[in-house]
């Protein structure tokens, strides 16, 4: 399958995060997606640089102002004091319920709250060319399924950080630009009448949910684990469809910690017959791989052939499918969960 791989991800490295409380090394790290290219370039996938500039999509998915502070986010930090360029900077203060949102504070650390829903989405020199990078390699994957390139019916976006908790206007997650929004907006923008985006993240697609759901021409739907105990806590409820024109078009499946793959599996088929019931034109797959059994933060028992059995699944949909790498913290497995699910797509 063709990969866009964003070499630019390793420009987004930062030291720490918090983590229930504690200062830790950061579980989302340049390691990931090196050995996700690994294993694509063993198994004979081929590689490419995006050739895509997703900055006009990027426009129809998040807010100008949003896009505007995460591009000049650490340039603007930096220029506060002396010796920032060695701090990473935290939120700490965010315009919950009856505070406003409206208006953009001039205080960086207000503004960094203002788009952020966590503090979990450290900055660093190179996040911004990291996530716009990944963007173009969003939007160059889904530009190649819509140009009709060949035979292929399948690409893949390999590149971090990872996008589904990004919203319109926020950051979170360890997400700041939408790369499964980017893809199916830029399929719509190609000719796609309908869009189904599927994410099968461990941790709900807040960010994808949010951009469409007030539309019906991209259907969302996700398999989760129960925000009642798992983040992001406040969205990916299964009484979430979708609202005005978006409505009956969003489907959350929740699934409790510690669930057995066995009904993972049952939730993913629910998945499938909605999005065949959808008539889609193509697919989008947030493909978390933190549904790993031994996934450090995550609570499911998938092993890694049944992430082969995920891939011959949608294969058998018969759609074009961006594939866009999300979460998964079990790095050195990630390049073989990642591969079995692109060769079980492909062996279909």
């Known amino acids: 399958m063709i990969t866009f791989f964003n070499d630019l991800h390793q420009a987004h490295a930062p030291e720490f ?34 050739d895509t500039d997703s900055r006009a999509v990027l426009a129809k998915v998040h807010a100008p102002r949003y896009l505007a502070f995460l591009e000049q986010a650490w340039r603007d930090w930096t220029l506060l004091e002396a010796g920032n360029a060695q701090r990473q900077p935290f939120p700490s203060v965010w315009p919950v319920r009856s505070l406003r949102s409206d208006i953009e504070p001039v205080n960086f650390i207000a503004r960094l709250g203002l788009y952020s829903m966590d503090n979990g989405s450290p900055l660093a020199a190179g996040t911004w060319a990291a996530a716009k990078a990944g963007a173009d390699a969003a939007a160059s994957a889904a530009a190649l399924l819509a140009g009709g390139h060949g035979n292929e019916r399948g690409a893949f976006c390999c590149s971090r950080p990872p996008g589904h908790h990004a919203g319109p206007d926020f950051m979170g997650g360890y997400c700041f630009l939408n790369n499964a929004a980017v893809a199916a907006q830029t399929l719509r923008d190609g000719g796609a009448a309908r869009v189904a985006v599927l994410d099968v993240d461990y941790h709900h697609g807040n960010g994808t949910q949010s951009i469409f759901y007030g539309r019906a021409d991209v259907l969302f739907v996700s398999l989760h684990g129960d925000p009642l105990t798992e983040y992001p806590f406040y969205l990916g409820h299964a009484d979430e469809t979708g609202a005005g024109e978006g409505a009956g078009f969003n489907l959350n499946l929740p699934l409790p910690a510690g669930c057995s793959t066995a009904r993972w599996f049952e939730a993913l088929e629910q998945a499938c017959s909605r999005i065949a019931a959808y008539r889609s034109d193509a697919l989008v797959l947030s493909l978390g791989l933190d549904t790993f059994a031994e996934d450090p933060i995550s609570k499911f028992a998938l092993q890694s052939s049944d992430f082969s059995r995920l891939g011959e699944r949608l294969g058998a949909l018969g759609l074009p499918t961006v594939f866009v790498l999300e979460g998964g913290y079990a790095a050195a497995a990630l390049g073989t969960n990642a591969v079995n699910v692109i060769e079980g797509f492909e062996g279909v």
Do not use: I, N, Q
């Open 17 to 50: 995060e918090f983590f229930r409380g504690e200062r830790v090394p950061c579980f989302e790290t340049p390691a990931r997606a090196e050995y996700v290219k690994t294993r694509l370039s063993a198994r004979g996938h081929a590689l490419r640089a995006p």
